[in-house]
């Protein structure tokens, strides 16, 4: 298992359609032990393997109880519905936090690394932080969900100063 390097903004991988997954080889499993990892090192709570620089539609995400990981192959969302607004932040945009509205709940549809269908209802911070991670497969950022006046406020500043290295104080809400 290893850490591996997060993608930042800038890194055309981010921006790619992530292609769907076929078969869960050997090499898939490691993936996913190393995005844990990586999660875990980052002190993320969701993880898509475009941020590690693999263009496949793979998420971890950390379980309810936050006692290990949920990992969801070929995620789609098949409905969802409210709106909510909410802090987010991104471990490709480090530094980076706004708000953010989103579904406040959704219904997906996906499967374990053993080819067998998860679905799953989401509310709240869960909800959002499955939005977030499948947009990331779309190659989607959340910053593409800001008003434009947000989001050209936080490009310019980006281009200015680049990423803030230390952002441990708001890590927890990075996704
Ligand atoms: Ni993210």
């Known amino acids: 298992m290893a850490v591996l390097k997060v993608r930042r903004y800038g890194d055309p991988v981010l921006r790619r359609r992530a292609v769907p997954i076929d078969a869960v080889t050997p090499e898939l499993r490691r993936l996913v032990d190393d995005m844990t990892d990586t999660m875990y090192d ?45 802090e987010e932040g991104c471990l490709s945009l ?54 434009p006046v947000t989001r050209d406020r936080i490009k310019r500043r980006i281009k200015k100063e680049g990423f803030t290295e230390d952002a441990t104080s708001h890590r927890a809400f990075a996704l």
């Open 42 to 86: 980052e002190v993320g709570i969701g993880l898509a393997a475009p941020q590690v620089g693999h263009s496949v539609r793979l998420l971890v995400v950390g379980d309810e109880e936050g006692r290990g990981v949920q990992v969801l192959v070929n995620p789609v969302i098949t409905e969802s519905g409210g709106s909510v607004t909410a």
């Open 94 to 147: 480090p530094g980076i936090f706004a708000d953010v509205t989103r579904a406040q709940w959704v219904k997906l549809e996906a499967r374990d690394l053993e080819g067998r269908p998860i679905a799953i209802t989401a509310r709240g911070l869960r909800s959002r932080v499955f939005q977030h991670e499948i947009d990331h497969l779309d190659g989607v950022l959340f910053i593409d969900r800001l008003d």
